[in-house]
């Protein structure tokens, strides 16, 4: 299957700290997203990376690709309440299948 | 505010029943598509619409029948669903398929008695 798999499946974290995940997939891909979702609400795209690109930053979030590896990681600095939700990487099958994992859930605690 | 609306939020049906879900977008858009995500799993791609063309269906079972009307709208007919139908269905849009940001609603909560 192409779809991403995220690692770790959960992660609790103390406000002010960082909070690193994980995605690995299996076949070559043109370009790797992250996405954000809070509790039973729509997804919300965080950042893309192309294939040809090793780090993009955005704001607190950082995103590595490693190609050889076949894995990304998406780093938020300095966490916040806000920040509690699930982070979902997904990878472009075709030119129209975005494929997603299972997610990590992330708890900021206060 | 989201550029793309799904009604209803929450939908409980039995067995038996037909409803459909409604996704619109307002982002002018030229893809759409239907993911299903039940708890623990990966999201489920359903169907993708590109320019009002069915261009991807994904092993989806006949109880769920997509239709895109136009560019901007697109619906899921439910019929004869099954328990394990329950789940959040979302919809997406994009401009330019999976090369790009996909832009999702908040989702339909689909509960199946």
């Known amino acids: 299957s192409q779809q991403g798999e995220e690692d770790p499946q959960a992660l609790s974290i103390q406000e002010g700290e960082n909070a690193t995940m994980n995605c690995s997939y299996k076949t070559s891909i043109n370009n790797l997203q992250w996405y954000r979702q809070n509790s039973g609400r729509g997804l919300v795209h965080l950042i893309l990376?192309?294939?040809?690109?090793r780090e993009k930053h955005s704001g607190r979030l950082r995103v590595t690709l490693d190609t050889s590896k076949k894995s990304s990681s998406l780093l938020i600095t300095a966490s916040r309440a806000a920040d509690t939700a699930s982070y979902f990487c997904?990878?472009?099958?075709?030119?129209?299948?975005?494929?997603f994992g299972a997610g990590t859930t992330v708890t900021v605690r206060a | 505010e989201t550029g793309v609306t799904q009604t209803p939020r929450h939908l409980v049906m039995g067995m038996t029943n037909k409803k459909s879900l409604k996704c619109e977008q307002h982002l002018g858009h030229n893809a759409m598509y239907w993911y299903k995500q039940s708890a623990k799993k990966p999201l489920e791609l359903m169907f993708v619409y590109n320019f009002k063309e069915q261009t991807e269906n994904n092993s989806v079972p006949s109880r769920f029948s997509p239709e895109c009307p136009n560019s901007s709208h697109l619906f899921l007919h439910l019929h004869t669903l099954q328990p394990e139908d329950s789940a959040l269905y979302l919809c997406?849009?994009?401009?330019?398929?999976?090369?790009?940001?996909?832009?999702f609603g908040e989702g339909s909560r689909l509960t199946v008695l």
């Open positions: 997904a990878t472009d099958f075709n030119d129209y299948k975005l494929s």
């Open positions: 990376i192309r294939s040809n690109e």
């Open positions: 997406a849009s994009s401009q330019g398929g999976a090369t790009g940001e996909l832009f």
